[in-house]
């Protein structure tokens, strides 16, 4: 698993990640969730960015299918899942998450976005299986 050179020099991720600054360049950090979320998905719509928001997340134990609301924030390019934050700090626990996301999708490319950061850079995590 990298920790970000890969992901670092991938089109797709960088794109991803200047509509995430952008985001954060207008809103700045202390709004919910759910708020930042809505203006990168307007932020990717309007950058022409194909992406999938609050994907169904299938979860299979033993081999059966268990019925289970979850999703995932965010789906990009049908291949970078991304998960967001709004958090005083990113704890081990996110990142799990969101490789436990990346498995389970069978996507290679994940962002781990914490808005709540005065400098969005400081808030990014970027992963490839």
Not at 72 to 78: G, I, M
Request: aromatic share 6%.
């Amino acid at each position: 698993m990298g920790f970000g050179s890969a992901a670092a020099r991938d089109p797709r991720t960088e794109e991803i990640l200047g509509a995430a600054i952008e985001v954060h360049r207008e809103l700045g950090p202390g709004l919910l969730e759910s708020i930042h979320e809505e203006c990168l998905c307007r932020e990717l719509k309007s950058r022409g960015v194909p992406f999938q928001r609050q994907v169904p997340l299938p979860i299979t134990y033993k081999g059966e299918r268990l019925d289970c609301d979850y999703r995932v924030d965010l789906v990009a390019f049908d291949e970078v899942v991304m998960e967001l934050k709004a958090v005083e700090a990113l704890l081990p626990v996110h990142e799990a998450q969101l490789l436990s996301y990346m498995k389970l999708l069978h996507k290679r490319y994940g962002l781990l976005i914490n808005f709540c950061v005065p400098a969005l850079k400081d808030g990014i995590r970027r992963r490839i299986l």
